[in-house]
């Protein structure tokens, strides 16, 4: 699932201490009937988990491959998990070199290094596997750092700053990739969500692989029709869950004495029966960000 959990202490699966329940993969468990799911894999959070939550043995294994999760997971005769012989170990770092601790991540005082072990052996690279994957990532290397015929402005911020009292910004990344989701599809407005644009931009000619890092998903555009009214929920609905705007092209969105205005270039409110073409990603457009 793409939900996650929150939680520091990995000793005991059987404790929920350390756990809290952001990310809604333990409320999820929690409104279930019990025994219903044997195996629940999460995400979402970046954080671990490695617990019994409502009978069933949950794992979450961060980000960026630095853990991964490891479960023993038994059959009883009667049908789903054996929570008596099944094992949920605490996530496994992922490296080659530990401390001497047999930790890998970052320390106050090095120490010696010795080769990580898993399952009482050491972890030893395949040099056959690694030399046949020396071309691909040779190739990806390259592509990452081909500088692209484009010039911008030094130091675009992804976050929006269209809060500010006088107007809209012209500095933010994200609302500059609103405008080009605008205009190519020659929309009359354009909202970005701001989890999908997920790095700043610091260099006037950037790389393939910086622009990558700034919009690292797969979508597409998508173009709709929208009532003012519809168009101004959908904006609202975005303030109110993220207390800040979403990235926007083709209208101004500014805050006087508190409250929250979305208006046209020209200062003008929109118009609540008038109809708008919108493009937005395949993401909002399907229902993300609990539309």
Known sequence: AHLGAHCKDMSDPNNL???????GLIQLLNSLPRGLVDVAIGGHTHSLAAHWINGTATLESGHR???FGWLKACLSSEGGIDRIHSVIHPPVE???DTWADGTCGEVAQATEVSPARYMKQAV???AKLSQAIRPFIEAARQSREARLPI????DLRRTSTANIEDGFPTDSLGDLVAEAMRLAVNADVAVQNLGGVRADLTSKQPTFGELYRVLP??????????TGAQLKALIEHLLNRHGTPPHIAGLRIIRVQGLWQILHAGGSPLEPGGLYKVATNDYLAGGGENL
Do not use: K, Q, V
Request: charged share 15%; aromatic share 6%.
């Open 17 to 23: 201490e350390s756990c809290d329940s952001r990310g």
């Open 65 to 67: 491959g630095r853990h």
């Open 94 to 96: 992922t490296c080659l």
């Open 124 to 126: 030893i690279p395949s």
């Open 151 to 154: 010039a911008l402005p030094a």
């Open 217 to 226: 998903f797969g979508n597409y555009i998508s173009l709709m029709t929208l």
